[in-house]
C-alpha cells in the first residue's frame, strides 16, 4: 500500500516569525519611501501610526481564524468555512491572484537590481537564475527555507540600526537642523491637514503586506492555533516599530529633506545620511532581502496550491503531491518556478497592483468571515464578545475595504475579469461534476440486478 506522505510539523514561533517578515521585507520602506513621503505631504510618522491601527484589526481577525481553522488555507479556508464555499471559492481565486504575483515580484525586482548592477547582464537570465535558486531552496525544505529567510532578516535589521542610529548620532551632535531626539512634531505636524496623512496610510498599508502569508504554513507549525496568532501579532508589531522609528528620525533630522525623483529619493537619503559606503550596503542588503522575500513568497504560494488541490479546486492528484524525503510541495514549487518566468513580460508597477487587489479582498472577507463564524454561527454575543467579534472585524472591513477603492481603475477592471474567470470556472467545474455524478448514479441504476432476475 501506498504510504500517505504529509507535512511535518516543525516550524517553531521564530521561524515563523522571521518567514513572515522575509515575505514582508522591512526594507520596503526604502523601497516606497519617496512616493510614500509625496502621498503623505512629509508626515511620514503620522501616515505609518495610521497605517499599523489599520491593519491592526485585520491582524486579529487573521489571528481569530487560524485558531478556528488551523490549515492551510488562508483566507479561501476562513470564508469558505464561515461564509460560504463558493464565496470561498471567489475569495481564494482573487488571493491565487496575491500569491502568484509575489513570486514574480520578487525575481523582476530582483532582475531590475541586478542589471543595474552588471549592465551587461540581460535581465531575463536574472529572472532564471532566481527562480531556479527560489526552487531549490524551497524543495529542500520548509527549515531550510526558515534559515535563509532568519539570516536575510537579521541582516535588514541590521542595516536599519545603523541607518537609525547614524542619524540619532548627527542628532545629538548637532550635525542636523534637530535640536533635540525628542519631539511630537512627527506625530501631530504643525496644523498639518489630515487628508494627506489618510492617503499615506492607504499607500503604506501596503508594506505590512505579508503578516497574513504564515497562515498557509500552519500545517507544518508546532501547535498553529497558538504559534501562528502569536507570529502575526510579532510580525506587525516588529514591522511598526522599525518603520515608525525610521520616519521619525529622518522626518526630525531632516524635515527640509527634497527630491526629484521618487523612485530613487531612499538612494538620496542613505547617501545623505552615510555616503557612498553605506549606499553600497544598501544595495547589498536591498538585494538580500528582495531574495528571501522570493523565497518566503514560494513557500507560500505552493501551500496555497496544495491547499486547492486538496479541496479539488485544482488537479487533486498533481498539487497535493509531497515529496517523500524532503516533505515538500515538489510539483507545486517547480510550477511556481515556471509561472514565475512570466516575469520577463510584466512590468513592476501592474505586478504590485495585482498583488494589493487580491491582498485586500481577502482581508475584507478574513474581517467578515470572523463575524460570521463567531458572532453568527457560535453566538458569541456579550459585551466583550460584541466588541472583540462585530465591532473590531466591521472597522477593519470597512478601512480594507475604503483602500481597496483607492486602487487605480486599470486595476481594478484587471481584478473584475479575473473575479469573472474564476466565477466562470466555477460555474463550468460544479456543472461538470453534477454531469459526472448523474451519469455515475444511471450507472449504478442498470448495473443493480431486476425483480425478475431475483
Same mark, same amino acid.
Given at each position: 500500500?501506498?504510504?500517505?506522505?504529509?507535512? /511535518?510539523?516543525?516550524?517553531?514561533?521564530?521561524?515563523?516569525?522571521?518567514?513572515?517578515?522575509?515575505?514582508?521585507?522591512?526594507?520596503?520602506?526604502?523601497?516606497? $519611501?519617496?512616493?510614500?513621503?509625496?502621498?503623505?505631504?512629509?508626515?511620514?510618522?503620522?501616515?505609518?501610526?495610521?497605517?499599523?491601527?489599520?491593519?491592526?484589526?485585520?491582524?486579529? %481577525?487573521?489571528?481569530?481564524? /487560524?485558531?478556528?481553522?488551523?490549515?492551510?488555507?488562508?483566507?479561501?479556508t476562513y470564508t469558505k468555512k464561515a461564509i460560504h464555499p463558493k464565496v470561498g471559492f471567489l475569495v481564494g481565486w482573487a488571493l491565487l491572484m496575491d500569491y502568484i504575483f509575489s513570486p514574480i515580484i520578487a525575481v523582476l525586482?530582483?532582475?531590475?537590481?541586478?542589471?543595474?548592477?552588471?549592465?551587461?547582464?540581460?535581465?531575463? &537570465?536574472?529572472?532564471?537564475?532566481?527562480?531556479?535558486?527560489?526552487? &531549490?531552496?524551497?524543495?529542500?525544505?520548509?527549515?531550510?527555507?526558515?534559515?535563509?529567510?532568519?539570516?536575510?532578516?537579521?541582516?535588514?535589521?541590521?542595516?536599519?540600526?545603523?541607518?537609525? !542610529?547614524?542619524?540619532?548620532?548627527?542628532?545629538?551632535?548637532?550635525?542636523?537642523?534637530?535640536?533635540?531626539?525628542?519631539?511630537? +512634531?512627527?506625530?501631530?505636524?504643525? #496644523?498639518?491637514?489630515?487628508?494627506? /496623512?489618510?492617503?499615506?496610510?492607504?499607500?503604506?498599508?501596503?508594506?505590512?503586506?505579508?503578516?497574513?502569508? *504564515?497562515? +498557509?504554513?500552519?500545517?507544518?507549525?508546532?501547535?498553529?492555533?497558538?504559534?501562528?496568532?502569536?507570529?502575526?501579532?510579532?510580525?506587525?508589531?516588529?514591522?511598526?516599530?522599525?518603520?515608525?522609528?525610521?520616519?521619525?528620525?529622518?522626518? !526630525?533630522?531632516?524635515?527640509?529633506? +527634497?527630491?526629484?525623483?521618487?523612485?530613487?529619493?531612499? $538612494?538620496?537619503?542613505?547617501?545623505? *545620511?552615510?555616503?557612498?559606503?553605506?549606499?553600497?550596503?544598501?544595495?547589498?542588503?536591498?538585494?538580500?532581502?528582495? =531574495?528571501?522575500?522570493?523565497?518566503?513568497?514560494?513557500?507560500?504560494?505552493?501551500? =496555497?496550491?496544495?491547499?486547492?488541490?486538496?479541496?479539488?479546486?485544482?488537479?487533486?492528484?498533481?498539487?497535493?503531491?509531497?515529496?517523500?524525503?524532503?516533505?515538500?510541495?515538489?510539483?507545486?514549487?517547480?510550477?511556481?518556478?515556471?509561472?514565475?518566468?512570466?516575469?520577463?513580460?510584466?512590468?513592476? #508597477?501592474?505586478? &504590485?497592483?495585482?498583488?494589493?487587489?487580491?491582498?485586500?479582498?481577502?482581508?475584507?472577507?478574513?474581517?467578515?468571515?470572523?463575524?460570521?463564524?463567531? $458572532? *453568527?454561527?457560535?453566538?458569541?454575543? @456579550?459585551?466583550?464578545?460584541?466588541?472583540? $467579534?462585530?465591532?473590531?472585524?466591521? &472597522?477593519?472591513?470597512?478601512?480594507?475595504?475604503?483602500?481597496?477603492?483607492?486602487?487605480?481603475?486599470?486595476?481594478?477592471?484587471?481584478?473584475?475579469?479575473?473575479?469573472?474567470?474564476?466565477?466562470?470556472?466555477?460555474?463550468?467545474? +460544479?456543472?461538470? @461534476?453534477?454531469?459526472?455524478?448523474?451519469?455515475?448514479?444511471? %450507472? %449504478?441504476?442498470?448495473?443493480?440486478?431486476?425483480?425478475?432476475?431475483?
Open positions: 500500500m501506498k504510504e500517505n506522505v504529509t507535512f /511535518v510539523k516543525s516550524l517553531k514561533l521564530h521561524q515563523v516569525v522571521f518567514m513572515g517578515l522575509a515575505w514582508m521585507t522591512p526594507m520596503i520602506f526604502f523601497t516606497v $519611501y519617496g512616493v510614500a513621503h509625496e502621498a503623505a505631504n512629509g508626515m511620514m510618522t503620522a501616515a505609518y501610526v495610521t497605517a499599523f491601527f489599520a491593519i491592526f484589526f485585520t491582524a486579529f %481577525s487573521y489571528s481569530r481564524m /487560524v485558531k478556528a481553522y488551523p490549515i492551510s488555507g488562508s483566507a479561501y525586482t530582483f532582475g531590475i537590481f541586478m542589471n543595474t548592477e552588471f549592465h551587461s547582464v540581460p535581465i531575463f &537570465v536574472w529572472i532564471i537564475a532566481m527562480n531556479i535558486l527560489l526552487a &531549490v531552496v524551497n524543495i529542500m525544505g520548509i527549515k531550510s527555507a526558515a534559515r535563509v529567510s532568519s539570516m536575510s532578516v537579521l541582516f535588514q535589521i541590521g542595516f536599519i540600526l545603523l541607518f537609525c !542610529i547614524l542619524i540619532a548620532k548627527d542628532i545629538l551632535t548637532g550635525d542636523t537642523s534637530a535640536s533635540s531626539l525628542f519631539s511630537l +512634531t512627527p506625530f501631530f505636524g504643525d #496644523d498639518a491637514p489630515l487628508g494627506p /496623512v489618510f492617503s499615506g496610510a492607504a499607500l503604506i498599508c501596503f508594506c505590512f503586506l505579508g503578516f497574513d502569508a *504564515v497562515t +498557509t504554513m500552519a500545517e507544518e507549525t508546532i501547535d498553529a492555533k497558538k504559534t501562528i496568532p502569536k507570529a502575526i501579532f510579532l510580525i506587525v508589531l516588529i514591522a511598526a516599530s522599525m518603520y515608525i522609528a525610521i520616519s521619525y528620525l529622518t522626518q !526630525i533630522a531632516y524635515p527640509d529633506f +527634497t527630491f526629484t525623483n521618487p523612485d530613487n529619493a531612499a $538612494y538620496s537619503l542613505i547617501q545623505l *545620511v552615510g555616503g557612498n559606503l553605506l549606499s553600497t550596503l544598501f544595495m547589498m542588503v536591498l538585494i538580500v532581502a528582495n =531574495f528571501t522575500q522570493g523565497v518566503s513568497s514560494v513557500t507560500s504560494v505552493s501551500r =496555497f496550491l496544495y491547499a486547492l488541490g486538496r479541496e479539488s479546486i485544482l488537479p487533486k492528484k498533481l498539487f497535493t503531491s509531497i515529496h517523500p524525503k524532503y516533505k515538500t510541495p515538489t510539483v507545486n514549487i517547480l510550477f511556481v518556478a515556471v509561472i514565475s518566468l512570466s516575469a520577463v513580460f510584466f512590468d513592476l #508597477d501592474t505586478a &504590485v497592483m495585482f498583488v494589493s487587489f487580491g491582498a485586500l479582498t481577502a482581508f475584507t472577507f478574513v474581517n467578515l468571515s470572523v463575524i460570521a463564524h463567531y $458572532y *453568527v454561527k457560535l453566538k458569541k454575543r @456579550s459585551p466583550k464578545e460584541t466588541f472583540l $467579534y462585530l465591532i473590531f472585524p466591521l &472597522v477593519g472591513a470597512g478601512f480594507i475595504g475604503w483602500l481597496l477603492t483607492l486602487l487605480d481603475e486599470y486595476t481594478l477592471i484587471a481584478g473584475i475579469i479575473w473575479g469573472a474567470i474564476g466565477f466562470i470556472y466555477l460555474f463550468i467545474k +460544479t456543472e461538470w @461534476s453534477k454531469a459526472r455524478e448523474r451519469k455515475l448514479a444511471i %450507472s %449504478s441504476v442498470d448495473h443493480m440486478p431486476s425483480r425478475k432476475s431475483m
